[in-house]
Nanobody
Framework: QLQLVESGGGLVQPGGSLRLSCAAS????????IGWFRQAPGKEREGVSC????????NYADSVKGRFTISRDNAKNTVYLQMNSLKPEDTAVYYC?????????????????????WGQGTQVTVSS
């Protein structure tokens, strides 16, 4: 059974950092594009970052470029989202998702419709 589990969320002050983890079971994360998305209260879910399979390209939303970094640890079957210089507007529930219908994708786009296996989310709150 395919499963994604996010962790690492919490409360942090503006300017602080958090690292989110997305651990997979039931499949090999490195074979597929993985995305991070977020949803703030009263807003639609939006793409944050994604990474293609096998060390392929990465993609970032303009709002997080230069502050967030997505990476893989294949030995741990985990994808990370390092978030630095956090702002109150980064407050949201963060979800990871996998495009399990596309094998060995070499690129990714931040489109929810491309991702079909989702985790339950982890809350990130940026506040003083």
């Amino acid at each position: 059974q395919l499963q994604l589990v996010e962790s690492g969320g919490g409360l942090v002050q503006p300017g602080g950092s958090l690292r989110l983890s997305c651990a997979a079971s039931g499949f090999t994360l490195d074979y597929y594009a993985i995305g991070w998305f977020r949803q703030a209260p009263g807003k639609e879910r939006e793409g944050v970052s994604c990474i293609a399979s096998r060390g392929g390209s990465t993609n970032y939303a303009d709002s997080v470029k230069g502050r967030f970094t997505i990476s893989r640890d294949n030995a741990k079957n985990t994808v990370y989202l390092q978030m630095n210089s956090l702002k109150p507007e980064d407050t949201a529930v963060y979800y990871c998702a996998a495009d399990v219908t596309t094998y060995f994708s070499r690129s990714c786009v931040l489109d929810l419709r491309d991702f079909d296996s989702w985790g339950q989310g982890t809350q990130v709150t940026v506040s003083s």
